[in-house]
């Protein structure tokens, strides 16, 4: 059983940097390639990036490519999204979620965790 929960998230200045953490409390993490999606108020949710099982293959929305940066820690069950010159757009409740590919299709993604908050104000 998958069991993902997200941390990390708070209060980023416009430019500033974050670093969100997905931990799962199962043992097959390593066998599941893992997402990062974001959901604003009002808007769908939408993909930001994806990362293979290994950590071989990575997988970025044009909107974060070159300022998030996607990585994993398999020994410690562990997926963590660095955000780096966030923008106010990037403000939205951040999911994790693993699957069987690092798609940026939901539905690819069988577990879903419950969401951090990142907010971006000055």
């Known amino acids: 059983q998958v069991q993902l929960v997200e941390s990390g998230g708070g209060l980023v200045h416009p430019g500033g940097s974050l670093r969100l953490s997905c931990a799962d409390s199962?043992?097959?993490?390593?066998?599941?390639?893992m997402g990062w999606f974001r959901q604003a108020p009002g808007k769908e949710r939408e993909f930001a990036a994806a990362?293979?099982?290994?950590?071989?293959?990575?997988n970025y929305a044009d909107s974060v490519k070159g300022r998030f940066t996607i990585s994993r820690d398999n020994a410690k069950n562990t997926v963590f999204l660095q955000m780096d010159m966030v923008k106010p757009e990037d403000a939205a409740l951040y999911y994790c979620?693993?699957?069987?590919?690092?798609?940026?299709?939901?539905?690819?993604?069988?577990?879903w965790g419950q969401g951090t908050q990142v907010t971006v104000s000055s």
């Open positions: 199962g043992r097959t993490f390593s066998s599941y390639a």
């Open positions: 990362i293979s099982w290994s950590g071989s293959s990575t």
């Open positions: 979620a693993a699957g069987g590919r690092p798609s940026s299709e939901r539905r690819f993604y069988k577990y």
